[in-house]
């Protein structure tokens, strides 16, 4: 069974600072696939990055940067110089090859104070 | 519009009483899945179809939901006697089919209220 933990439940910052999002999960397999989605106050869910196992790489995107590392099951997404239009629910979600169902964290709740 | 599209947007509903959903997916996209997600949580897994054919559900699906895709393009999720733990987001999403796990495009969601 995957499962991912995101323990942060809130997290309040004043624009333009960085935020580091928190992501840690569990699975047997070896090959698996990790996302970060972001669920503004509209309530959809938009898709972000995704990673494989295979690739400890870590990128940046824009504003958008991520850790992965698997030594600690981690997988830690940061947004630098937050805007007031990054406040939303971030998650964290696991899937393994060969199945498509994505096992989601809690979310963490950004608010970006202007 | 071509993203994924749901109605209603919002339902209530008394307990007891029988409702179904639609969902829209992508054209182009062969798989299509249903989610739960009650406030403060992420979403939950319950079901997806390749085509027409249900492929997956997860044991949170009881015996009073049922999915179809009957003709491999929209989905309809039925609750049948609903319960007020059936209250909750129920979002839908597509995506291409594939070994890897590509990105999942969702709707809006239907957000249901039993009384």
């Known amino acids: 069974a995957q499962k991912v933990t995101q323990a942060q439940t809130e997290i309040s910052v004043v624009e333009k600072e960085d935020v580091t999002l928190d992501c840690v999960y569990e699975t047997r397999d070896t090959t698996y696939y990790l996302f970060w989605y972001k669920q503004p106050p509209s309530g959809e869910l938009v898709f972000l990055i995704r990673r494989n196992s295979f690739d400890e790489q870590n990128e940046i995107s824009g504003r958008y940067s991520w850790n992965f590392q698997k030594s600690t099951s981690s997988f830690n997404f940061t947004i630098t110089a937050s805007q007031v239009v990054d406040s939303a629910v971030y998650f964290c979600?696991?899937?393994?090859?060969?199945?498509?169902?994505?096992?989601f964290g809690k979310g963490n709740q950004v608010v970006v104070i202007p | 519009d071509t993203g994924v599209s749901q109605d209603p947007r919002h339902k209530i509903t008394k307990r007891g009483q029988n409702v179904t959903f639609r969902c829209d997916p992508i054209s182009e996209h062969n798989r299509l899945y249903w989610y739960r997600q009650t406030l403060g949580q992420g979403p939950e897994f319950l079901t997806y179809?390749?085509?027409?054919?249900?492929?997956?559900k997860s044991r949170l699906l009881s015996d009073r939901f049922s999915a179809e895709r009957p003709k491999g393009s929209f989905s309809t999720l039925e609750i049948q006697r609903t319960e007020q733990g059936d209250s909750a987001m129920y979002l839908c999403?597509?995506?291409?089919?594939?070994?890897?796990?590509?990105?999942?495009?969702f709707g809006p969601g239907t957000r249901l209220t039993v009384l």
């Open positions: 979600a696991l899937s393994v090859y060969g199945n498509n169902r994505l096992a």
């Open positions: 999403a597509s995506s291409f089919t594939s070994r890897i796990p590509n990105e999942q495009f």
């Open positions: 179809f390749q085509n027409e054919a249900q492929l997956e």
